[in-house]
């Protein structure tokens, strides 16, 4: 598993950052911020709620 982020496309809704904090931040401006590209086992179900729940579509999860 692989994830990126679209810190341009991102609103600020912080649905990243609550599904998977060790995997996702927010800067000052509320803007995604990623922690891990490649999570580990233990944060897979999280990461990809995070991307289910994103709003605008900035967090994306590639399965390798």
Known sequence: MRVTVDREQCVGAGQCVLNAPDVFDQDDDGVVV???KEPGDQD??????????CPSRSVTVHED
């Open 34 to 36: 990623l922690l891990a």
């Open 44 to 53: 897979r179900d999280a990461v990809r709620a995070a991307g289910d729940l």
